[in-house]
């Protein structure tokens, strides 16, 4: 069974082409990727996440908005009965926000740089880890 | 095994090229000749120099009003105003769902009082001011207009931009608001405001750089940006009030320019001999300044790299030679550390001194479009014009830009397009210094990543209070009543309407509401 993605932008930042790009890699490499675009609110997402029973939500944000949308996102998640779906984060994200996104309920972030191939080989492996759980 | 060496674009090239591939010879007329491939004037750069304009503008009025008076200081020539997302989306500062986001890319502006703080001691009436600014465009024009007559400034006097492109931001750039159809008519009513008031202000900047930073190559960006320049001047034209020589003279253009030196340069040749023709022969122009190609545009962006960041010196540095030698009026030049930062004052003064290089010290201006017979540089503009009306061709064809903007067409075509490129980068097909080629240890500059000052936010929505707290909600109503019901009918120009309430301080998200509450909103289509 191949894994769902919801690959999504909360905010107002409208700079799609990393997520897309993010998208068409995962639906390449064997992920059914739900793509739901750009300026959602955090609550649709975590409706939209529940509806198509995803396991995995990634978000995009270049807009420096990271830590509260993410911290956002996460409650929305939780308050739609969602919080066990995986939530990752990939944008323009400062080194030392990377703790603070953790914190904030990220399994996993990809600050900008991040090859594609590293961001398919960690979903792959946190794909797993829900599909086995120890 | 394809062994053609090609463009960026995909163009096929030549070993070399001679004399049989110049093209006929009213084509490459003198420069400041229709159809202007050699540039929109006779004298080139001597008489009047491309302006630099770099592009700033963060946190509050106050902080972006000293950067402003910091750069003409320094030499700027005009101001290039950057807003926040909420503003650019018609969002109040005090809006629930954008507290993270005031002040952050740009600087807020939420009332007339922020723009009279914002151009605080600038001479409005001898700087010219460029507004990245789309959704929200009209209301932003109602604010700068407002402020000049208060302080005296007639409206006849200002000089400058704005983006009012909305069409490529319901593809790549996301700023929309209102569907497609009743935008079409705010920015037909922008233009024509303009052209009968606002004489010296362009009205629009039909911008090509969005679909290019989103992954159009640079034919692409030439077709679809001209598709859309056509699809505004439709709408104006099919009014029937204006003639396309009253108006025309006020919409400009906007593009990047990235790494593939020649190819650039044929791109702003080629698109001003496109557009000289279109004006003339479809809207039937009989004032050559109709047919001029103006143009803007920014070197950096896309084609800048953070894993050995000081190289994006060089590339600007290149990218804005080429940009002068394919003859654009106006040029930002981005900071080298702009991937991964908001560019610091070093960064960005060192940016402006490429261009004031580039201008004083290379002698690059002294001549009228020095390149103009080169067998190559003729032949690349020739290709690459007919590959743009190729593209223009096929979008006419299947319904216009509303209807490929509406059913996710051109999403799909740019989506393509970054992906073919994120592909030759990753297989090292196509060759980056530092990126897949001559790679180091040297590490990549840290995110750094902009701390938003919360007592900068604080003071924001502290002016909002006071200014709702102490105007009169007689005239807010009044004047935003007026606004909703001309936005309910076709044949009234809304732009004085928006000035009335920009006068009476009324915030722009409330005359966001009340227009959304017309015309409802645009739902983008989700391709990837």
């Known amino acids: 069974m191949p894994v769902r993605v919801l690959v999504a932008k909360p ?20 992920f059914e990727v739900v793509y739901l675009g750009i300026r959602q609110r955090p609550e649709t997402i975590a409706a939209v996440a529940v509806q198509e029973d995803v396991r995995i939500v990634g978000l995009s944000i270049l807009s420096g908005a990271h830590v509260g949308l993410t911290e956002k996102t996460a409650k929305a998640l939780r308050d739609a009965g969602a919080g066990d779906v995986l939530l990752v984060v990939g944008g323009t994200i400062p080194k030392r926000d990377v703790a603070r ?17 590293t961001l398919v080989e960690s979903l792959q492996t946190l794909s797993a880890q829900i599909a086995a759980p120890s | 095994m394809d062994d053609t060496v090609r463009s960026e674009a995909g163009i096929p090239l030549e070993v070399s090229y001679g004399p049989e591939d110049l093209p006929a010879s009213e084509s490459i007329p003198p420069p400041g000749t229709f159809p202007f491939t050699r540039g929109n004037f006779p004298d080139g750069y001597r008489g009047r120099l491309w302006t630099f304009r770099q592009y700033s503008g963060f946190g509050t009025p106050e902080e972006s ?76 024009l109602a604010f700068y207009v407002a402020a000049a007559e208060k302080r005296g400034v007639d409206r006849a006097k200002l000089r400058g931009t704005i983006q009012n492109d909305i069409l490529k931001e319901y ?22 405001f303009c052209a009968e008031e606002v004489p010296r202000f362009n009205a629009i900047s039909v911008a090509g ?9 640079a034919v692409q960006e030439m077709a679809f940006t001209l598709m859309d320049g056509i699809t505004y001047c439709d709408e104006v034209v099919a009014r029937g009030r204006m003639t396309i020589d009253e108006f025309a003279p006020q ?49 950096g962006g896309a084609s800048l790299y953070a894993p050995q960041a000081h190289n994006n010196i060089v590339r600007v540095a290149y990218e804005a030679l080429a940009s002068v030698l394919g003859g654009v009026q106006s040029m930002f030049t981005a900071a080298w550390d702009e991937p991964f930062a908001l560019p610091s004052e070093d960064s960005a003064t060192l940016a402006l001194r490429t261009q004031q290089v580039l201008a004083s010290e290379t002698g690059v201006s002294r001549v009228a479009d020095p390149l103009g017979g080169s067998y190559y540089v003729e032949a690349l503009t020739d290709e690459v014009e007919a590959r743009v009306i190729e593209v223009m061709g096929d979008l006419e064809q299947r319904g216009g ?41 040297e590490p990549t500059p840290e995110m750094e990543g902009y701390e938003l000052d919360e ?15 102490s105007r009169s909600a007689g005239d807010v109503a009044a004047t935003l009543d007026a606004l909703g019901k001309a936005a309910a009918q076709d044949d009234v120009n809304l732009m004085p309407l928006l000035v009335d309430c920009a006068q009476a301080y009324c915030t722009l998200g409330e005359m966001v509401d009340v227009l959304r509450g017309e015309w409802g909103e645009f739902v983008q289509p989700t391709v990837f």
């Open chain 1, 11 to 30: 905010g107002l930042d409208g700079h799609d082409r990393g997520a897309k790009l993010v998208a068409r890699t995962l639906r390449d490499a064997g």
């Open chain 1, 101 to 117: 996104l953790e914190a904030a309920g990220a399994a996993a972030v990809y600050p900008t740089g991040t090859p594609l191939e």
């Open chain 2, 65 to 140: 009003n000293a950067r402003y008076r910091y750069l003409l200081e320094q030499g700027g020539t005009g101001l290039s105003v950057a807003l926040d997302l909420p503003t650019q989306c018609g969002y109040d500062s005090d809006h629930p769902d954008v507290e993270e986001e005031v002040g952050r890319v740009g600087v807020a502006l939420d009332t007339l009082a922020d723009v009279e703080i914002l151009f605080d001691q600038i001479p409005l009436d001898a700087i010219s001011t460029s507004f990245t600014i789309n959704g929200t465009a009209a209301i932003i």
């Open chain 2, 171 to 192: 593809v790549s750039r996301g700023t929309w608001i209102w569907p497609p159809r009743p935008s079409l008519r705010l920015i037909a009513d922008t233009i024509e």
């Open chain 2, 209 to 217: 750089a969005h679909f290019r930073d989103a992954g159009a190559n």
């Open chain 2, 251 to 299: 919409v400009s253009f906007f593009f990047y320019t990235h790494g593939d030196f020649f190819e650039e340069i044929a791109k702003y040749r080629a698109g001003r001999r496109r557009w000289a023709r279109i004006v003339r022969e479809r809207y039937g122009a009989k004032d050559d300044r109709s047919c001029m190609f103006r143009v803007g545009c920014v070197a």
């Open chain 2, 401 to 441: 830009m509303v209807k490929a903007v509406e059913d996710g067409h051109l999403h799909r075509l740019i989506a393509d397009e970054a992906f073919r490129v994120q592909q030759t980068v990753s297989s090292g097909e196509r060759p980056i210094v530092g990126v897949n080629r001559f790679q180091t240890d």
């Open chain 2, 455 to 469: 007592a900068g936010r604080a003071r924001q929505l502290e002016r909002l209070v006071e200014v709702k707290s």
